[in-house]
């Protein structure tokens, strides 16, 4: 069983940024493609972007990656999320699956973190 434990989540002004860290723990067998998901309120769960374990390089959503960018060191993955938008307001979601294939579907993810909240004012 692999657990998985968000931080750095918080309220942030329009314009802000925030760091978000996800750190793996537990039975970790092989390579483990690490992703960020998000949820807003009323809204689908998105793909924001994840990082493979073996090949080490990231995979970004379009629609967030001239602000998002994803690294990892080791089996932490964080998210650098600059020029925050209200629309950015979200749970922010860790989660992993085995093996090194980029899915943007969250029901291939077999573990998740419990979510961070970001918040961010206009």
């Known amino acids: 069983q692999v657990q998985l434990v968000e931080s750095g989540g918080g309220l942030v002004q329009t314009g802000g940024s925030l760091r978000l860290s996800c750190a793996a723990s537990?039975?970790?067998?092989?390579?483990?493609?690490m992703a960020w998901f998000r949820q807003a309120p009323g809204k689908e769960r998105e793909f924001v972007g994840g990082?493979?374990?073996?090949?080490?390089y990231p995979d970004h959503a379009n629609s967030m990656k001239d602000r998002f960018t994803i690294s990892r060191g080791g089996n932490t993955l964080y998210l650098q999320m600059n020029n925050l938008k209200p629309e950015d307001t979200a749970v922010y979601y860790c989660?992993?699956?085995?093996?090194?294939?980029?899915?943007?579907?969250?029901?291939?993810?077999?573990?998740w973190g419990q979510g961070t909240q970001v918040t961010v004012s206009s």
């Open positions: 989660a992993a699956r085995e093996g090194d294939t980029y899915s943007i579907s969250g029901d291939s993810y077999s573990y």
């Open positions: 537990g039975r970790i067998v092989g390579n483990l493609y």
């Open positions: 990082f493979r374990g073996g090949y080490g």
